[in-house]
Nanobody, 126 residues
Framework: QVHLVESGGGLVQAGGSLRLSCAASGLTFSTHVMGWFRQAPGKEREFVAGIGWSGGSTHYKDSVKGRFTISRDNAKNTVYLKMMNLKPEDTAVYYC???????????????????WGQGTQVTVAS
């Protein structure tokens, strides 16, 4: 059974930083593309960042470019999201998701990810 467990969320002041982690089990981690998505109250889930199998290819939502960094450690079956210069509009539940196929054109499509975790809350106070 596949499990994705996010951690590292919390309450932070605007301009602060957090690092989210997502530990995966029950799947061959190195063969899965990983993505971070987020969902704010009353809004649809949106793509934040994605990373290819080896970590050499990364993709970001425009509004987080230069502030967020996605990375992965295949030896630890873990994907990370380093978030800096956080803004109140970054407040959301952040989800880790996994899929097999790498296609840059569809990285942002939540419907194409097969597995996801329970999410971790990130709250940025102004």
């Amino acid at each position: 059974q596949v499990h994705l467990v996010e951690s590292g969320g919390g309450l932070v002041q605007a301009g602060g930083s957090l690092r989210l982690s997502c530990a995966a089990s029950g799947l061959t981690f190195s063969t899965h593309v990983m993505g971070w998505f987020r969902q704010a109250p009353g809004k649809e889930r949106e793509f934040v960042a994605g990373i290819g199998w080896s970590g050499g290819s990364t993709h970001y939502k425009d509004s987080v470019k230069g502030r967020f960094t996605i990375s992965r450690d295949n030896a630890k079956n873990t994907v990370y999201l380093k978030m800096m210069n956080l803004k109140p509009e970054d407040t959301a539940v952040y989800y880790c998701e996994a899929r097999l196929w790498y296609n840059p054109a569809t990285m942002k499509d939540d419907q194409l990810y097969r597995y996801w975790g329970q999410g971790t809350q990130v709250t940025v106070a102004s």
